[in-house]
């Protein structure tokens, strides 16, 4: 209705660097002034709620899913705990190399006893995090990836991002998430080729 009434959709401004997920947050206010909702519905996170509504596939076909912000929120305190470990110590508490700037993280190095993990809106598994180049945090997907790929019983292109297979059949969208794509039969980071950016 509002697209029909403005033409445009209703959500907020974004950056260019605003994770795809996240980056068509629906506008309340703007459903409000059209008196095409009075509230946000009371889970969103502008009610006091743990939900960001956005939209998927804004240009295609416009769909509601919701971010989980419990887990963003896991997120950005994992990465602040990371950014004062940087400080101090001018490198990033990198463990293992998963790929090519994808690494593990040394939960050690950061005091805690044992590695952090979230719990998956998709499967309700304990999922790792992940750190790219910049130290950037974001939760693995994988186990839970792997699992719909199993379930698809069908071949993906190379290069092609799996992140949909998450979002298709759930109301969520992945929170802090980095594209998997398969390479050689397996599920891998889909890591882009800095030559061509």
């Known amino acids: 209705s509002y697209k029909q009434e403005t033409g445009v959709l209703p959500i907020k401004n974004s950056t260019e660097d605003t994770p795809i997920y996240r980056k ?5 206010d703007k459903l409000r002034d059209l008196n095409l909702l009075p509230n946000p519905p009371s889970d969103a996170y502008e009610s006091g709620g743990v939900f960001e509504y956005v939209l998927v596939d804004p ?20 990465k602040n705990d990371i950014d004062l470990y940087y400080l101090h110590h001018k490198f990033a508490p990198l463990k293992d190399i998963l790929a090519e700037g994808r690494y593990s993280i040394d939960f050690k190095a950061l005091g805690y006893k044992k590695p952090l993990t979230v719990i998956s809106p998709y499967s309700g598994r304990q999922l790792s995090f992940v750190l790219d180049e910049k130290a950037n945090v974001y939760i693995n997907y994988l186990p839970d990836i792997y699992d719909l790929v199993k379930q698809a019983g069908k071949t993906f292109k190379e290069g092609e991002d799996l992140r949909p297979l998450l979002v298709n059949d ?3 969208a992945p929170a802090d998430s980095l594209p998997y794509t398969m390479k050689n039969g397996e599920i891998v980071f889909l890591v882009k080729d800095k030559k061509k950016d």
């Open 59 to 78: 240009e295609n076909n416009p769909t509601v899913k919701v971010i989980d912000m419990t887990l963003v929120n896991a997120v950005q305190k994992l």
């Open 170 to 172: 759930s109301f969520y």
């Open 24 to 28: 068509y947050r629906i506008d309340f």
